[in-house]
C-alpha cells in the first residue's frame, strides 16, 4: 500500500512566486491534514479538511495561504506571494476517520519549501 | 499557557540507561493520546497510542494520567537507535484536529 504521498520533495521558489505543494492521502483515507514546521520549532497545525471540505483552518494564516482537497485528486497547499518566512518543511498527513477513532495521523515525507 | 507543554531536552543519556518523558496538556476535552517520534526533522512516524489502563510495547511504556493532564513515555535499556525528537499528541474530539508538543530530544551515547 502506497503511503501518503507529497511532492515535490523539495521546492525553491523566489520571494513573490506562488508556491503549490501536493498531498494524496493513503488509500481509503479521506481526512487530510496540513502542518508546517519552521526551523528549530516544531510541528504546527494548519488546516484539516475532508474532501471537498474545510473542517478546520485555524492554523493558516489569514493571507496568502489556501488549501483544497477536491472530489478527485490530491490536496493542495497554496502559498502566494512567498516571503523568506514561508521557508519551512510541510507536512500533510491522512488518516481513514476523525483521530477520535484512536486512528492515529499516517505522515507523508514533506516538502522542504525554501525562499530565496 | 500553551495547549501542550514538553520538555525540550535535550535528554542526553549512555546506552542502557531508562529515560523517561512527560508531557502536559490543558485541554481536558483532549480524548486520544500518541506519542511520535521524529528523526532529523523527517516524517514524525507513529510510536505508539496511549491507554487509560497504560500500555507497553517492548522496551516502551506509555502512561495517560487524565486527572493531572499528562501522558508519560518510559524508555527502558536505551539503545542508540532510540536518539531522536519524541512528540507527544493529543487529539480534541470537539476541534476536530491533532495537536503537538513541540518535542523532547533524546541523544543515546555510547
Known amino acids: 500500500n502506497a503511503g501518503v504521498m507529497q511532492n515535490p520533495r523539495h521546492l525553491v521558489r523566489r520571494r513573490g512566486q506562488e508556491a503549490r505543494l501536493r498531498c494524496s492521502p493513503m488509500?481509503?483515507?479521506?481526512?487530510v491534514y496540513w502542518y508546517r514546521q519552521l526551523p528549530e520549532e516544531g510541528l504546527k497545525f494548519m488546516v484539516y479538511l475532508q474532501k471537498e471540505n474545510i473542517i478546520d483552518e485555524s492554523g493558516m494564516p489569514k493571507e496568502r495561504f489556501s488549501a483544497e482537497f477536491p472530489k478527485e485528486g490530491p490536496s493542495i497547499l497554496r502559498i502566494q506571494q512567498v516571503v523568506r518566512g514561508d521557508s519551512a518543511a510541510y507536512f500533510c498527513a491522512s488518516s481513514p476517520s476523525a483521530v477520535g477513532d484512536n486512528s492515529p495521523l499516517h505522515f507523508g515525507n514533506g516538502t522542504r519549501l525554501t525562499v530565496t | 499557557r500553551k495547549e501542550v507543554e514538553q520538555d525540550p531536552g535535550p535528554f542526553n543519556v549512555p546506552e542502557g540507561a531508562t529515560v523517561a518523558f512527560n508531557c502536559t496538556y490543558s485541554n481536558s476535552a483532549s480524548q486520544s493520546f500518541f506519542w511520535y517520534r521524529q528523526d532529523c526533522r523527517k516524517e514524525p512516524k507513529l510510536l505508539m497510542s496511549?491507554?487509560?489502563s497504560g500500555n507497553e510495547d517492548g522496551r516502551f511504556t506509555a502512561q495517560l494520567n487524565r486527572a493531572s493532564q499528562y501522558i508519560s513515555l518510559l524508555i527502558r535499556d536505551s539503545k542508540l537507535s532510540d536518539s531522536a525528537t519524541y512528540l507527544c499528541v493529543f487529539y480534541n474530539t470537539n476541534a476536530g484536529k491533532s495537536t503537538f508538543g513541540d518535542g523532547t530530544t533524546l541523544t543515546v551515547k555510547p
Open positions: 488509500k481509503g483515507h479521506s481526512h
Open positions: 496511549v491507554y487509560s
